[in-house]
């Protein structure tokens, strides 16, 4: 059953929530390479939210241990906070923990991150439901665009991707998620699917994008998109794009990320997300 299903069925406070942050979960426009949006992607990414694995970064980018970083107690109670009925609590005890000294990647790998899993084990050990997941989800979301804005001053170069699969894929549905986690925390994503090496590299000459995203989803693809990551990374308006991979191809091999041209690995939408804010605030603390 769907979000919308759910939702019909749920409890008033869950239906209140949905209702009032449905909104924030629509996709807004994105460019016409990607063609028509269709009402199932809301309900496809929501799908995707309660995988096992929520949010799993490439280890290359785990922040360093500090004194203020979460343990397991910590994550433990913010889970549980996110998906009660009323989200100031959650929301205070995030603040509370930014107050504390916790900087931006912190908040985004070792607090929002590690508690976007949680909640999928909660969902597997049938200890909250579909909707809770939804729910805490959605307010993990909207917390993480706190974090982006805040690294976000007027004059912040735009948060833009350009996300393509390997030529000859046939699957391309991790594009779209991967898309509408970035659309919906305020990036800029243009998606290329199906087109040329030379198109790709084409659309990252004319526009400068500060992530290229690449979707490899069989192992008979990865040298052609390891030569397409070459030719974008040539053409490239902006000389330091950042490229990150992720794909069925790729699932559990992080050493593929770098043979084939990467940066670093994401194996779902949320970990993208988190990945794509790292890159952008590496480009513009070293611009």
Known sequence: MGLVGIASECSDRQTSFLAQNGPHLRLPGQSPL???GDNGLLERVVDEHVGPR??????????PAFSCEPDADVIENFARLVILPNGAQAANFF?????????????????????????GDFWFEDQIDFVDVTLGVTRLRALLGTCVRCGSGPDAP???????????????????VVSAFLV????????????????????????????LGVTVSEEAH???????????RKRSANPSISVMVGGQALRGRPDLAARIGGDAMAEDGPGALLLANRF???????G
């Open 222 to 232: 990865l040298e052609d998109a390891a030569r397409m990551i070459e030719m974008v």
């Open 54 to 63: 929520l949010s799993s970064l490439h280890s290359h980018w785990r922040v």
């Open 280 to 286: 952008y605030f590496d480009q513009l603390t070293a």
């Open 158 to 176: 735009r948060r833009s991707a350009l996300l393509i699969s390997a030529p000859k894929e046939r699957h391309f549905f991790g594009v779209d």
């Open 34 to 36: 990607v063609g028509d």
């Open 184 to 211: 919906s925390s305020g990036w800029d994503t243009v998606v290329s699917l199906g087109r040329s090496a030379s198109d790709n590299a084409r659309a990252a000459q004319l526009r400068s994008f500060c992530v």
């Open 95 to 119: 603040f509370r923990k930014r107050d504390d000294g916790m900087g931006m990647a912190l908040l985004l790998e070792k607090l929002l991150a590690p508690t976007a899993r949680r909640l």
